[in-house]
């Protein structure tokens, strides 16, 4: 018997279990392709909790799916409000608002440093993520915060092109960033981890999440297609309105 015709041993216990099981009975289950629940996080008492969403989970396809938002606001933003809470909760600092912790981490005890940094961080990006982006989102800034944006970058297509490669050159994890210093400049930078614009005393305006968590189960690896949707989701009026904020 030649070995391309000999049954494998593997293929013997396969056909075995076949027979074994009722006929009715798929021989791979539905997991494959059903989707579990996202079980939320139970948020942790303290001073931080997660913002309330202005859209459904779903109001940002096919940019950004539904799946995806729901983990990564119950149970990666929820986690950055936990921990931060488990880090505040019962001191000195439990009383201070989110951008005090972040604009002075060097005030903070060496225990709980590390964790406010990286926590606070997460909590302050992910409530400027949610809020710039809207399901009527897209289309280009104008008035005063177009008016910046030319005085800084030449025209909005420049802006874009530093913002983009700001998103696709962070490595690993991180952000990319919009931001307006205490003279009304604005700039473009990249941040890693959680780590914010508020620590370098900037205000940030509008903020892409480049963190895999943020697009993996619909782009994968494509960060650059990711990119290219979240164009299609920025609210730009709240982007503006927070540029007015930081320069009145
Ligand atoms: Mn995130």
Redesign the pocket.
């Known amino acids: 018997m030649s070995k391309l015709n000999k049954p494998s041993r593997r293929a013997f216990l396969r056909n075995s279990a076949l027979m074994g099981a009722a006929l009715a009975t798929p021989l791979f289950t539905l997991q494959v392709t059903t989707q579990r629940p996202v079980i939320a996080l139970a948020q942790v008492e303290g001073p931080f909790a997660l913002p309330e969403l202005d859209y459904a989970f779903d109001a940002l396809e096919p940019n950004i799916d539904a799946r995806t938002m729901e983990i990564?606001y119950s149970r990666?933003h929820q986690g950055y409000v936990n921990n931060l809470n488990n880090a505040v909760v019962g001191t000195e600092f439990e009383t201070m608002s989110l951008e005090e912790l972040l604009s002075d981490l060097a005030a903070l005890p060496e225990e709980i440093r590390t964790t406010v940094r990286n926590n606070g961080g997460g909590h302050a990006n992910?409530n400027l993520y949610w809020d710039i982006m809207s399901p009527d989102g897209g289309g280009q800034p104008t008035g005063d915060l177009l008016g910046a944006m030319e005085a800084a970058f030449g025209d909005y297509e420049s802006f874009q092109a530093e913002f983009r490669t700001a998103g696709l050159t962070r490595f690993g994890s991180g952000w990319a960033w919009l931001t307006v210093d205490g003279d009304g400049a604005l700039a473009v930078s990249s941040t890693p981890n959680q780590d914010t614009p508020i620590m370098d005393g900037l205000t940030p305006l509008l903020g892409m999440?480049v963190?895999e968590?943020?697009y993996y189960l619909n782009y994968q690896n494509r960060r650059g297609d990711y990119i290219e949707a979240f164009w299609n989701v920025i609210n730009w009026a709240r982007v503006a309105e927070r540029h007015a904020a930081a320069t009145s």
Do not use: G, R
């Open positions: 990564h990666h992910h999440d963190w968590h943020a």
